[in-house]
């Protein structure tokens, strides 16, 4: 699965990107755990991060669909 | 209506096309680049969105206000990119019947846009650092 990354988070992974793998029936919470271990640099900024699933806020319960659009939603700071 | 924009936002005529003969009241909100934050100096600010997300975010902020308040009409621009202090980063313009709902609608949509809508900037101080603004990181 390929998690999106803005802002900081892409900054200091370098990267767009990350390609995590998850099994199945994985949820949110699991992608949240295995980001860090990933890329230890984001590490904070995951634990404060929202996981957006579809273009949607997804709590750390939801099962991960197939083939879903993930992305790391670090704090926003737009206006 | 919503919109990203990558080119200045023209505010007068954002102003103008919320127009509408039954409203009375017409609130537009701008935020611009400010020069100085605490006893910190900006130079510019850098605008990014996760452009699929933001763009459904503000129509639900769109739908959201127009089901609490008679909206003749709306609009939501937010400009991304490079921005240089007194440039116009974002614009919201609304119009109602009374003064006090177009009051009330404007502001309601400016709050819920910096709470959730996912656009970040990027500070350009002028010591030459920069810094992604993440509040509460």
Redesign the interface.
């Known amino acids: 699965m390929r998690v999106?990354l803005?802002?900081?988070a892409r900054?200091l992974a370098g990267a767009e990107a990350i390609e995590v793998d998850l099994p199945a029936n994985a949820t949110v919470g699991d992608l949240r755990a295995s980001l860090p271990k990933l890329c230890p640099r984001i590490a904070?900024?995951v634990e404060?991060s929202a996981i957006?699933v579809n273009?949607?806020?997804a709590a750390d319960t939801t099962l991960l669909p197939a083939a879903a659009e993930v992305?790391l939603?670090?704090?926003?700071?737009?206006? | 209506m919503v919109r990203l924009t990558r080119e200045a936002i023209d505010h007068t005529r954002l102003t103008e096309d919320v127009r509408r003969d039954h409203c009375g009241a017409v609130v537009t909100f701008l935020?611009t680049v400010r020069d100085l934050t605490g006893d910190r100096t900006t130079l510019a600010l850098d605008?990014?969105?996760?452009p699929?997300?933001?763009l459904?975010k503000l129509e639900e902020i769109e739908q959201d206000t127009r089901s609490r308040w008679p909206v003749g009409d709306i609009i939501l621009e937010?400009r991304l990119g490079h921005l240089d202090v007194g440039d116009i980063?974002?614009a919201v313009a609304v119009s109602c019947p009374h003064r006090h709902q177009a009051f009330d609608a404007c502001r309601h949509a400016?709050d819920r846009?910096?709470?959730?809508?996912?656009?970040?900037?990027?500070e350009n101080w002028a010591d030459g650092t920069t810094e992604?603004?993440?509040?509460?990181?």
């Open positions: 999106l803005f802002a900081r900054d904070g900024l404060r957006a273009n949607e806020y992305a939603v670090p704090p926003v700071s737009g206006g | 935020g605008y990014e969105a996760y699929d997300m933001a459904k937010h980063s974002v400016i846009l910096k709470e959730f809508v996912p656009i970040w900037k990027k992604w603004v993440h509040p509460g990181t």
